[in-house]
Nanobody
């Protein structure tokens, strides 16, 4: 059973930066995709950024040019680097991975970390 543990959320002023981390317990070799989602109060969860196993990345239009997803396989960690933060980026951010292991596809979510952007 895999586990994702997020950290790095907090409060920041508009224009500030944060880095979210997601420690992944399963082997990076078994992971197909890594992603960050967010959910603001009263809104549906939305995909923010994703990275395929080969390294290709994609981003929501609202964060392009400001957010970067990266990974460190040696540390089994996925990161979301967030710059030029705006109040509308305020949300709970969730790490997500999908894994192919022993012929089964498994999906895992982190517990979420709060990001608040406010002056």
């Amino acid at each position: 059973q895999g586990q994702l543990v997020e950290s790095g959320g907090g409060s920041v002023q508009p224009g500030g930066s944060l880095r979210l981390s997601c420690a992944v317990s399963m082997s990076s070799d078994s992971i197909n995709n890594r992603a960050w989602y967010r959910q603001a109060p009263g809104k549906q969860r939305e995909l923010v950024a994703s990275m395929a196993s080969g390294g290709d990345t994609s981003y929501a239009d609202s964060v392009k040019g400001r957010f970067t997803i990266s990974r460190d396989d040696a540390k089994n960690t996925v990161y979301l680097h967030m710059h030029s933060l705006k109040p509308e980026d305020t949300a709970v951010y969730y790490c997500h991975v999908d894994q192919l292991y022993a012929g089964n596809k498994n999906y895992y979510w982190g517990q979420g970390t709060q990001v608040t952007v406010s002056s």
